[in-house]
């Protein structure tokens, strides 16, 4: 094993797909800016931890649904604008992989906006565009429900995936540059996506189904399918999807563990669901713990090569293959 995980921390552009934290700045329990003791994600928290790109997600609560979604998402988008604004110092908003680039290279967090359910754009390719312009560079096409674009995790019975418009919405991404995460769609979802799509796509917070038999995490098919088209899927680290009885950072690791040896070190990625979670796995309580992925994989035998893969290297691809 290495003798400095840590130094091999800091030499990897760390890369985390997914995290609620802009919900917690809007009911104004903190800000980005300063050190919090309560959830797991801020700027300083993030320098700690050593992440060097964090894709924040936009999630649409149920109140706002169908029919309120898009002046929502316009709401909190001008909020993390705000909050970038405020702190333009230590993290900047990026729309293309030279972006991320130059903002990493300058020694700042580069900030990546996704949407977390197709019906913020409700129902029309003109309000999708329009979100492009203003930054967004991802969407989960659902969150659990069903929506005007698919059926989600919570609508399995129904065996529904894409709809015409669904099918549209990804065409459109494609053409855009857009990334399509899949996390949160049905199964038959999925597999619509990927028959569908052009451009890789990426799961950014879900798990291993075969370690934990949990509805949001993928079958070994599906993650087969995944790699398949050049996709990354991000470890999620609420405790539910990582272990039916205990969920710990060596268990998290065990998902990679699976994820490697089914596909290779590839397709395999971070994406921590900080602040859309509740609880966490034990060693990771926020995301200054994130180094203990690193000296986990270390101590398992992985090359440093492939760390840096699993890392941030992975969803770096994807975001350069897509977003440009």
């Given amino acids: 094993m290495s003798q400095d995980p840590l130094g091999l921390h800091r ?8 995290v609620d934290t802009l919900l917690e700045i809007a009911s104004k329990k903190r800000t980005l800016g300063e050190r919090s003791s309560i959830g797991h994600v801020d700027i300083p928290r993030l320098a700690e931890g050593g992440v060097d790109v964090q894709v924040f997600a936009i999630y649409i609560e149920p109140e706002y ?10 709401q909190l988008v001008d909020l993390l604008y705000s909050e970038f604004e405020k702190n333009s110092d230590r993290i900047s908003v990026v729309r293309n992989y030279s972006e991320i680039a130059n903002v990493v290279e300058k020694g700042k967090i580069a900030g990546l906006i996704s949407i977390e359910g197709g019906e913020a754009i409700e129902g029309d390719l003109g309000v999708l565009r329009s979100l492009y312009r203003l930054g967004v560079r991802a969407m989960g096409l659902t969150w659990n429900q069903r929506n005007q674009l698919a059926d989600g995790v919570w609508e399995s019975r129904s065996k529904g995936g894409l709809t015409n418009l669904g099918v549209q919405v990804v065409e459109e991404m494609n053409r855009l540059g857009m990334v399509v995460d899949v996390s949160h769609l049905s199964e038959a979802g999925f597999y619509d996506v990927a028959n569908t799509t052009k451009s890789p796509i990426v799961a950014s917070h879900s798990n291993c189904k075969a370690l934990c038999d949990h509805p949001r995490n993928l079958t070994d098919d599906q993650i087969r399918a995944l790699a398949e088209r050049g996709g990354v899927m991000g470890m999620n680290f609420a405790p539910m999807f990582v272990d039916k009885e205990k969920a710990t950072l060596e268990r998290v690791l065990d998902h990679i563990d699976h994820v490697n040896k089914l596909v290779g070190p590839n397709h395999v ?35 440093e090569d492939d760390i840096l893969k699993i890392l941030g290297g992975n969803f770096l ?3 350069k293959s897509v977003i440009g």
């Fill in 11 to 18: 030499r990897a552009v760390v890369v985390d797909a997914h």
């Fill in 65 to 74: 649904k169908l029919e309120r979604s898009s002046k929502r998402v316009l």
């Fill in 269 to 303: 990625g971070l994406g921590s669901d900080f602040d859309g979670i509740e609880k966490t796995p034990i060693g990771l309580e926020d995301v200054t713990k994130i180094p203990g992925i690193t000296e986990g994989l270390l101590y398992r035998g992985y090359l």
């Fill in 317 to 319: 691809g994807v975001f």
